[in-house]
């Protein structure tokens, strides 16, 4: 039995990802697929706002213009985010301790006005403050013990602070406070967090940072139980989104990337996006 017949995921991919599936998404809209008709979204960090425009009925073509950003830009900390991936590729370390690591090096010296700016940009792309009634999932770390957190509209954690947590990778933003605790990026539970829509009938993961790393292999569940489609940045887009995922120069020419890709996406992911909604 499917748990859901339409399950999207939007994985993590700093400034670049976010408007590559924004541009994505609103050029697959345009011929016919809207990806926000899914039953359950699964959006992390880059994806939590993508996912969170997407689940409350919004046109992703609002994020064309990097000028949302201009008002709350934050200081990255090359040499915090150096020793966070230095941490995240050393060989054999458990990953909760891992985590537990990173989250140290996120913890050390956080500025509330930091926080502030984060949690305010955020409110400024996704454009809602309510969780929408459509199923929408965000994960995020525990800074402190390394946990994983999976919140949607039961959770009781406002859905800004959400998608500003999940998306706080250590170095480019700091950890968020959300009732005592501390939480940093949801892609240091699992990548994408694919296991997270295990049961759909149509699986579609876009995965903004595809071209950097060797494929995230799905959660077996997932892949067995429907058809599983994976998008990612192909070498135009991969061109556009430059060497630094957190440029915001490289804003416009990854949306436009996102948006051009689309066009070649379309009725591969038309046929089987309906296909998905008539058998319901």
Request: aromatic share 4%; proline share 7%; charged share 20%.
């Amino acid at each position: 039995m499917y748990t859901f017949d339409r399950a999207l995921v939007l994985g993590p991919g700093g400034h670049t990802g976010t408007a590559w599936m924004a541009g994505l998404a609103h050029g697959l809209r345009r011929d016919g697929v809207d990806l926000g008709e899914a039953d359950l979204i699964v959006g992390t960090s880059a994806g939590a706002i993508v996912g969170a425009l997407l689940a409350t009925g919004q046109d992703p073509g609002r994020l064309a213009s990097p000028a949302r950003l201009a008002a709350h830009r934050l200081t990255a900390d090359p040499e915090r985010m150096g020793a966070v991936f230095a941490v995240l590729g050393e060989r054999g370390l458990e990953p909760g301790e891992a985590r537990r690591r990173v989250g140290r090096l996120a913890l050390d010296g956080t500025d509330p006005r930091a926080e502030e700016a984060l949690i305010a940009g955020r409110a400024a792309l996704i454009g809602a403050e309510a969780w929408p009634e459509r199923r929408l999932v965000i994960p995020a770390v525990d800074a402190t013990t390394g946990e994983p957190a999976v919140w949607d509209r039961d959770s009781g954690v406002p859905l800004v602070s959400a998608v500003a947590a999940s998306s706080a990778f250590p170095g480019a933003a700091p950890p968020v406070a959300i009732n005592g605790r501390r939480y940093m990026d949801g892609a240091l539970r699992s990548g994408t967090n694919a296991d997270l829509a295990a049961g759909a009938r149509t699986l579609v993961v876009v995965e903004p940072m595809a071209h950097l790393r060797p494929h995230e292999p799905l959660d077996q569940e997932s892949a067995a139980l429907g058809t599983v489609l994976t998008i990612g940045p192909d070498p135009a887009s991969a061109r556009a989104f430059g060497s630094d995922l957190g440029d915001p120069a490289a804003w416009e020419p990854a949306y436009q990337a996102g948006l051009r890709q689309a066009g070649d996406l379309g009725a591969r992911l038309r046929a089987t996006w309906r296909a998905a909604a008539d058998a319901v």
